[in-house]
């Protein structure tokens, strides 16, 4: 992987080791020379991720629609900041600068992006490793969910298993750096997002 999209919250959570392990991920990153691509803030978890890949000397590109420019605090010393229309044109343009995606700690917004790159994993639109970094087990119960789901009939063992999952941070990057894709045929075409 040359650089991973990160989506995470803009809050910070109750617990410091949200921010704590934000930030060894992107130290981590910044170290293996890989390029930090996430939603462009300075607050929350997502301010600590970017603050541990800058003071690292690596290499950081926000993304962020012009909308949440006015309510969210932008950060204005990354790499590149990248201002886009609207939502769905920043979770493409995400996509189309990395090859990984992690999920950190985060709310609605953080599943909603890891969702929709799960699904388009799903239909065979990229074949990136995805990785959640479960800190303090706090994906523990939709990881339930999921494998629910596959129980009931609903989502296929095969697209479970390749959500990769670790507690720790070069776990995570470890198992992402091995990570052979499935051979999926392509149902649509990125044009048709």
């Keep these: 992987m040359k650089s991973v999209v990160v989506f995470c919250g803009s809050s910070e959570g109750f617990e410091n080791v949200f921010g704590e392990q934000a930030y060894v991920l992107g130290k981590t990153l910044a170290e293996k020379n890989r390029t930090l691509v996430y939603g462009g803030a300075k607050i929350g978890v997502m301010g600590k991720v970017a603050q541990g ?30 201002v886009t229309q609207n939502m769905q044109e920043r979770k493409l343009k995400m996509h189309e ?79 992402m750096d091995d990570y052979a894709p499935k051979p999926v045929p392509k149902w649509i075409n990125k044009e048709q997002l």
């Design 53 to 82: 890949a800058l003071e690292n000397k690596g290499r950081v590109i926000g993304v962020i629609p012009e909308f949440l420019k006015i309510k969210e605090v932008v950060h204005e010393n990354l790499s590149d900041l990248i």
């Design 97 to 175: 600068l990395s090859d990984g995606i992690v999920m950190l700690p985060g709310g609605f917004g953080t599943l909603e992006e890891f969702f929709e790159m799960l699904t388009w994993s799903q239909l065979g639109l990229h074949q990136y490793p995805i990785g959640v970094l479960n800190i303090n087990g706090f994906y523990d119960e939709l990881l339930q969910m999921l494998w629910k789901m596959v129980g009931m009939g609903f989502v296929k063992e095969t697209d479970y298993r390749s959500i990769l999952v670790d507690d720790d941070v070069l776990g995570l990057l470890q198992k």
